[in-house]
Structure formats: structure tokens, C-alpha cells
């Protein structure tokens, strides 16, 4: 979804990061282990999003609330879609500008500039850390996805290789007369099925046609 406002996944990082597994900068372990390169590897994320701007993928979500109440679940840890006017977005996988504290995760903070460093303590005297679902971690806020999920009336994917769970486990609670659309270049990893239709454009070209499909 954001890759059109220029926000690399890990894989096309680069540099520094192609010496390593994603499990060695985005984990509890990596975390314990060599804390300064995973304050760096966020860092380095948090600086590009502060440069970064909603695309028109973005901005056409936020339009649909014109015509529909628009619920977004979004694996993305940026604020692109707050940022493009979306008034409802589920973070999955945490906030890129969030910190907390490592003793009380109940202690979030905002950040307003890109840089978090070893020192850097919340309320307590703890050290903070990113506000980010690392791999191994629980995802908090998969039970409301759920519960929205079941809900819904329209149920659109965008941009998602359907690999990572527990997010593409979402499909499977979709209901059976919901109408369902795929929005990805790409041929992700899902069973076909008589209600999902496949767009086969990236987010701002799919959402566009999507908008014409429900005679918007």
C-alpha cells in the first residue's frame, strides 16, 4: 500500500540490512541481543516515513468514506493513512512514529522527531523501544480485526503477498456473502473462490478501478 509514496519493505532496505535475517533486527531476541542495531534499523524506517507522503492509493481510501464507512486494517506501521484523512485505521503490526516503554506497555508515546536512542527512558526509568508487533510477539489487536472482518459488507485486500499470518488468516473470516476483492500485481497466495475478484494493478491504479466497480 505504501510502496508508491516510496517506503521500502525490509527485503529492499538495503545496505546495512542485506547482512541480515529479519529476526536479528525485528525481534524480542534481537532486542535483548544487540539493541543499538534495532534502534538503528527503526530509525532508518522512522527517517523515511518523516520524508514520506500519502499516495493516491492512499488518498482514494480516505474518499471512499464519501460513500461507505470505511474500516481500514493495515498491516503497514506508518501513518499514511491518517495522514491521507482515513478516520478509522486498526494497526496490526504497531505505529513506526510510537514508542513504549519496556517495563509498562501500557506507557505509548508520540513520536515528532525520527531518531530513538539508548537512554531514552519513559516515566518510569525504563529504557523505550518501538511501538512495533516483532516477529514472535503476539498481535494485540488481531481480535478486532476479526470481529471487523465478520462484519463487513465489502471486504478489499490491497497489496499483500498473503504470507505473513496471523494478518492473511483474515480471509478465512470473511463471510460467505460478503464481496471480496484483491487488489495486488502480483499473484499472492490464496485460495480462489467464486466471491474474490482479483484486480491485477498496484493499490492507486486497483482502488480506481475498484471505485468503478461499485459505480463510484
Not at 516477529?135 to 490491497?158: Q, Y
Request: proline share 6%; charged share 20%.
Amino acid at each position: 500500500m505504501s510502496a508508491e509514496s516510496g517506503i521500502k519493505t525490509f527485503r529492499e532496505m538495503g545496505g546495512l540490512w542485506d547482512q541480515y535475517n529479519v529476526t536479528e533486527v525485528a525481534s524480542p531476541e534481537a532486542w535483548h541481543n544487540h539493541p543499538q542495531l534495532v534502534l538503528d534499523f527503526y530509525n532508518q524506517r522512522r527517517k523515511q516515513l518523516f520524508e514520506s507522503h500519502p499516495n493516491a492509493g492512499h488518498l482514494a481510501l480516505a474518499d471512499l468514506e464519501t460513500n461507505f464507512e470505511v474500516q481500514i486494517i493495515t498491516q503497514n506501521v506508518d501513518d499514511l493513512h491518517e495522514r491521507a484523512g482515513s478516520s478509522h485505521i486498526l494497526h496490526l503490526h504497531g505505529e513506526l512514529k510510537k514508542v513504549r516503554s519496556t517495563i509498562d506497555p501500557s506507557l505509548i508515546y508520540e513520536m515528532d522527531h525520527w531518531e530513538l536512542k539508548l537512554g531514552d527512558t519513559c516515566e518510569k526509568g525504563s529504557q523505550l523501544r518501538p511501538h512495533i508487533v516483532w516477529f514472535g510477539e503476539a498481535v494485540p489487536a488481531m481480535e478486532a480485526a476479526i470481529n471487523l472482518t465478520k462484519k463487513a459488507d465489502i471486504f478489499v485486500v490491497i497489496g499483500t503477498s498473503l504470507n505473513v499470518y496471523p494478518a492473511a488468516s483474515l480471509l478465512a473470516y470473511v463471510p460467505d456473502h460478503t464481496r471480496t476483492y484483491l487488489i495486488d500485481p502480483g499473484m499472492p497466495n490464496y485460495t480462489p473462490n467464486p466471491n474474490l475478484i482479483h484486480i491485477k494493478e498496484n493499490a492507486s491504479k486497483g482502488i480506481i478501478l475498484l471505485k468503478k466497480t461499485l459505480n463510484l
